[in-house]
């Protein structure tokens, strides 16, 4: 049974940091990323990893405050969210996809290239 079980969110000032972490169990993934879904917007893309080249990708709201990385031996994947603001506030969502497709920035960022989605985790940001 496939597990992605989020944790770290919390509230935190703006230009506060918070690192989100993300446990995947239950089998091999090709890509694991981050989402998130603020109050009446839709689930947008924050930053993703493939499971084994060192490539990393981010949507350009988020690029030079977070840093997505990854723990092979602890199956774990890691958002460091750093100089955070307000806009940034919003239920966070990790995500794995099994599915062997090309490694592009373009796949990476599309919500239908990933199977798996955790439960999410509230992350406020106080003015």
């Known amino acids: 049974q496939v597990q992605l079980v989020e944790s770290g969110g919390g509230l935190v000032q703006a230009g506060g940091s918070l690192r989100l972490s993300c446990a995947a169990s239950?089998?091999?993934?090709?890509?694991m990323g981050w989402f998130r879904q603020a109050p009446g917007k839709e689930r947008e893309f924050v930053a993703a990893?493939?499971?084994?080249?060192?490539?990393?990708y981010y949507a350009d709201s988020v690029k030079g405050r977070f840093t997505i990385s990854r723990d092979n031996a602890k199956n774990t994947v890691y958002l460091q969210m750093s100089s955070l603001k307000p806009e940034d506030t919003a239920v966070y969502y990790c995500?794995?996809?099994?599915?062997?497709?090309?490694?592009?920035?373009?796949?990476?960022?599309?919500?239908?290239?990933?199977?798996?989605w955790g439960q999410g985790t509230q992350v406020t940001v106080s003015s």
């Open positions: 995500a794995a996809g099994t599915w062997a497709l090309l490694i592009t920035i373009g796949t990476m960022k599309n919500l239908n290239a990933y199977n798996y």
């Open positions: 990893i493939p499971w084994i080249e060192s490539s990393t």
């Open positions: 239950g089998r091999t993934f090709s890509r």
